[in-house]
């Protein structure tokens, strides 16, 4: 079963406009992390927020956490059509007591985001 | 460095013969995973290793299924005998093996078996 389920499943945004994205989650995390796929592609990581924090930038992309709603947000702000791509949230490993990870990362269904230009 | 490196892009094959599929991880990573991607089931954990050995391959389909790091730049996942279920995307992805790192994901192999 999945970790994290996206909502929306699908969204059609203008350029420029932001886009939101939701995950939520089941269990206890150790971090949450967002992944970007391109059409015929490869997951490439964007962010990492750790269960610690609660708010993360990187350029364009924000993201919060919520562990007491097993939630998380992305927000791209700007959007441009270069954008247009599926999001998947991912739920990271619980730290072994050797402090290394040897979990897995689960993935949620993602969200379909399309950037009209 | 060249990333996550997954040979073949693209492999159709017939039902029944077997399929080997290879991964190359980023020099350094100490975890390797083997994902599989399809639109009705999304992207499922196969198998990972971690410093070349399995640690978890609760993923894996079924006794058709195996796969195998021999050393620390070379894992294959094995598909014998094939079946038109196991069409799908394949990919590989390595970490460092320490908490709070992204995963780098390898382009995937697209299997189609027909």
């Known amino acids: 079963s999945q970790q994290g389920e996206e909502d929306p499943q699908a969204l059609s945004i203008q350029e420029g406009e932001n886009a939101t994205m939701n995950c939520s989650y089941k269990t206890s995390i150790n971090n949450l992390q967002w992944y970007r796929q391109n059409s015929g592609r490869g997951l490439v990581h964007l962010i990492l927020?750790?269960?610690?924090?609660r708010e993360k930038h990187s350029g364009r992309l924000r993201v919060t956490l919520d562990t007491s709603k097993k939630s998380s947000s992305l927000l791209i702000t700007a959007s441009r059509a270069a954008d247009t791509a599926s999001y998947f949230c991912a739920t990271g490993p619980r730290a072994n007591a050797g402090g290394t990870s040897y979990g897995k990362l689960t993935f949620g269904q993602g969200t379909i985001l399309t950037v009209h230009p | 460095d060249a990333g996550v490196i997954q040979s073949p892009r693209h492999e159709v094959t017939e039902m029944g013969q077997e399929v080997t599929l290879r991964c190359k991880p980023i020099s350094g990573h100490n975890s390797l995973f083997w994902y599989r991607q399809t639109m009705m089931r999304g992207l499922e954990l196969l198998i990972y290793?971690?410093?070349?050995?399995?640690?978890?391959d609760s993923g894996m389909p079924e006794d058709r299924f195996s796969a195998k790091m021999p050393n620390a730049s070379f894992s294959t996942l094995k598909i014998q005998p094939s079946e038109p279920r196991d069409s799908a995307v394949y990919f590989c992805?390595?970490?460092?093996?320490?908490?709070?790192?992204?995963?780098?994901f390898g382009s995937g192999t697209r299997l189609t078996v027909v």
């Open positions: 290793f971690n410093n070349n050995v399995p640690i978890d």
């Open positions: 992805a390595s970490n460092l093996g320490a908490l709070n790192y992204g995963y780098t």
């Open positions: 927020i750790r269960s610690n924090e």
